[in-house]
């Protein structure tokens, strides 16, 4: 019983800490997509060029998500950009998996950010995808450059 009420006391004081500090909330689960978390998906699509640490290969044009991966998802184009990105397009996920695994790369690599990043839709992926951007690594930066002069700065991207 002395049991039950410890943990019925743990529950009540995460639910108040998370009321009076919303960041202290626990990092979200992911439901599973077509029978996958998006966890998994991302090992399996994704971690092969930005790695299971997310720190990508910049020697090899990949950039690192953390100090970037934000701040490009809180800009309108940087969305277009992240769907057009071509493992994301060649990827063969569905919209909804995808924007799981954008949701996950996204907590996993800029939750400690003071703004955070809206979060991905299945129906923004779709709407995203169907968007022209031409020459991506051009795309990239050009919004690199147009986040540059609003003071946001990301990974270098070594492409030629």
């Known amino acids: 019983m002395a049991a039950s009420f410890a943990g019925l006391a743990a529950a009540v004081a995460a639910v ?18 077509d029978g996958m978390s998006a966890k998994s998906l991302y090992l399996l699509r994704c971690s092969g060029c930005h790695r299971v640490d997310g720190l990508g290969a910049p020697e090899a044009g990949v950039p690192p998500f953390p100090g970037s991966i934000g701040a490009i998802a809180r800009d309108d184009g940087g969305r277009a950009y992240i769907m057009h990105v071509p493992g994301v397009a060649g990827s063969g996920l569905k919209d909804a998996q995808l924007a799981a ?30 968007t022209r951007v031409g020459n991506v690594v051009d795309y990239r930066r050009a919004m690199a450059a147009r986040l540059a002069e609003n003071g946001v700065v990301i990974a270098d991207y070594p492409w030629p």
Do not use: C, G
Not at 16 to 33: C, G, K, Q
Not at 106 to 121: C, G, I, N, V
């Open 16 to 33: 108040s800490a998370f009321a009076a500090d919303p960041s202290s909330a626990p990092r979200p689960t992911y439901e599973l997509v």
């Open 101 to 130: 695994v954008m949701n996950y790369v996204l907590d996993e690599w800029s939750a400690d950010e003071a703004k955070p990043a809206a979060r991905f839709t299945a129906e923004e992926v779709a709407r995203l995808r169907a």
